[in-house]
């Protein structure tokens, strides 16, 4: 088996090259590759997964009973989100006393069906819990930093990207930061809660995520600005979320905003999506197409699954109807992100090669270092691979080779695939991530089922070279 971000997709696509290049050498044609190499998937998480991506939904607790809800869930989604279960008002009703309740029945329903799950949100300027809004000052800047301290180190090794800080910049003309008791504690508010939250869970993407920023405007280039300002001193941020709540449309510069930000050294992604309109089916298509087009989109989560869970009462901006059907907008996603090539895309060739081989490149100690966090559970685990390039030339295109511990099998990754799931695993880029600078790092993952043994591997090899370890 293969696994990219659930399990049997990209093995599903694999197989169907193999037999199509088995059949074309027996016709004595090649054509067919290129056909199957865009096999259509059956299911948004499957399809995205073609390009390594992941396709979510946030979901609320209270509704995991609904089987028509789940089933939808189950069947589509490969990434999950907490509509408000992980907010600090949920998860910190009382200074120090903490209630992740709600917040695991949804981390246990991913992991148990083999998702991966979208941290959302550590501070936010709203649903503050009401012992924190009665604060300011340096009381309110500990406690915020001790709540993103406590629950990114609770929640260590399950979390893909988290939503650090949610919102915080004003809407309007100026491009500057709102106002609110967190600014009021300092404008290095912000910083600090990535550096906080980076100490706690080091393998989690760490996100700024916001709204009304889904264009080239006075308020995304004001995030922008942070993000450049961070990248160039060293602060801790890996992404930043487009909310992307619209209406009939997409800004026309909605891909060129998302790779400015891409440009900066960042990941992006789409966060929040739902569109309302006469014009939805075609303006969700262009937001998928927008990712597809930027190597560093990651995925796509859709605010709600069904019109009648969304926030936006009456809108029906989602891509499910009430009873449950697919709307049109759920075929327009699902098409676009069909039409791409799986990644590696395999090229015409009178003799295809169906495995991509990887060019070792030696070099003197090893070219590379492993940091590897593993959190394990009764009878799960997830772990985090930070691969630093430490040659002095980049390397485009790797696969780390690692021995999984008796008992471990890969049930999902992300940013990589996997295979095989148990015993000696290679795990290959995907599309966004082959090339590593000298000097730079990418972060990998996975979630595995075990029967007890929860060490790590004992070493990793990249591209035939053996990686010091941090
Ligand atoms: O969808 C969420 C809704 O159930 C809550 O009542 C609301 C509280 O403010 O938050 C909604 O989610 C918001 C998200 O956390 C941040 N971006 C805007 C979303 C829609 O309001």
């Excluded at 309302?276 to 699954?305: F, K, P």
């Amino acid at each position: 088996m293969l696994f990219t971000a659930i399990p049997d997709i990209a093995s599903k696509a694999r197989r169907t090259i193999t037999i199509a290049i088995a059949a074309a050498l027996g016709a004595g044609v090649v054509v067919a590759v290129q056909q199957t190499a865009s096999a259509a998937e059956a299911t948004l998480g499957a399809a995205a997964a073609q390009s390594g991506r992941y396709f979510g939904a946030a979901i609320a607790a209270g509704r995991l009973g609904d089987s028509t809800y789940v089933n939808i869930l189950n069947r589509e989604f490969n990434s999950v989100t907490a509509e408000n279960e992980m907010k600090w008002d949920a998860t910190e009703p009382q200074r120090g006393n903490f209630n992740y309740n709600n917040a695991n029945r949804i981390v246990n329903h991913a992991i148990g069906q083999g998702k991966s799950i979208r941290g959302h949100a550590l501070l936010w300027h709203q649903q503050m819990p009401g012992w924190a809004q009665g604060l300011s000052g340096s009381d309110l800047r500990n406690a915020a930093i001790n709540h993103v301290t406590q629950v990114a180190t609770y929640f260590r090794g399950k979390i893909h990207s988290w939503d650090v800080v949610n919102e915080a910049f004003a809407d309007g003309g100026g491009g500057g930061r709102r106002d609110s008791s967190l600014q009021r504690t300092g404008n290095d508010w912000i910083e600090a809660a990535f550096r906080a939250a980076r100490a706690a869970d080091p393998g989690a993407k760490l996100c700024y995520n916001d709204y009304n920023t889904d264009g080239i405007n006075a308020k995304s280039t004001g995030i922008y600005n942070m993000v450049r300002d961070f990248k160039a001193r060293g602060v801790p941020i890996d992404c930043v979320g487009f909310q992307s709540h619209l209406t009939n449309s997409a800004p026309s510069d909605y891909q060129a905003n998302l790779q400015r930000f891409a440009d900066l050294g960042v990941d992006v992604q789409i966060t929040e999506l739902d569109i309302s309109g006469s014009n939805q089916a075609n303006a969700y298509a262009a937001v998928t197409r927008a990712c597809l087009n930027v190597a560093r989109c990651n995925g796509i989560t859709v605010w709600g699954i069904r019109d009648s869970d969304s926030w936006r009462t009456g809108q029906n901006p989602l891509l499910f109807d009430a009873s449950g059907n697919k709307k049109a907008a759920y075929t327009s996603v699902l098409n676009t992100l069909n039409s791409v090539t799986p990644n590696p895309s395999p090229t015409p060739t009178p003799t295809p090669t169906p495995t991509p081989t990887v060019t070792p490149t030696p070099g003197p100690g090893g070219p590379c270092r492993v940091a590897y966090t593993l959190n394990a559970w009764n009878t799960g685990l997830t772990s985090s691979i930070t691969i630093t390039n430490t040659g002095s030339s980049a390397i485009n295109g790797w696969s780390l080779v690692f021995g999984l511990p008796s008992g471990q099998t890969i049930t999902s990754g992300w940013n990589a695939t996997y295979s095989p799931s148990s015993g000696q695993v290679t795990a290959r880029n995907v599309s966004y991530n082959g090339s590593i600078p000298a000097g730079g790092s990418v972060d990998i993952g996975f979630q595995a089922n075990h029967t007890g043994n929860t060490s790590a591997p004992s070493s990793f090899t990249l591209n035939g070279n053996t990686c010091s370890r941090a």
